[in-house]
Nanobody
Framework: QVQLVESGGGLVQPGGSLRLSCVASTSIFSGYRMGWYRRAPGKQREFVATIGSGGLTNYADSVKGRFTISRENAKNTVYLQMNSLKAEDTAVYYC?????????WGQGTQVTVSS
């Protein structure tokens, strides 16, 4: 089981930026697809972005052009750079590690976009 710890959430004004980080307890170099998901108040958890072990990225349409996912395997860390934030981006953001049909999740970090 991979332990995941997210950080970097907080309160930001519309149009602002935040960078989320997720540190894994084990090497994520070997075949893990890493991702970010979010759950807004009263809604189900939804996909935000993923990055494969080879660097291939995928984004939800709602965040394309505004969010960037990246990984630093040497530090077992995945990032989510979020720009041009909107009120509808308010949610708890969860880090995910997927390999061999197994999902591991972090505890989540709150992002609130409000003036």
């Amino acid at each position: 089981q991979v332990q995941l710890v997210e950080s970097g959430g907080g309160l930001v004004q519309p149009g602002g930026s935040l960078r989320l980080s997720c540190v894994a307890s084990t090497s994520i170099f070997s075949g893990y697809r890493m991702g970010w998901y979010r759950r807004a108040p009263g809604k189900q958890r939804e996909f935000v972005a993923t990055i494969g072990s080879g660097g291939l990225t995928n984004y939800a349409d709602s965040v394309k052009g505004r969010f960037t996912i990246s990984r630093e395997n040497a530090k077992n860390t995945v990032y989510l750079q979020m720009n041009s934030l909107k009120a509808e981006d308010t949610a708890v953001y969860y880090c995910n590690a997927y390999r061999w049909s197994r999902d591991d999740w972090g505890q989540g970090t709150q992002v609130t976009v409000s003036s």
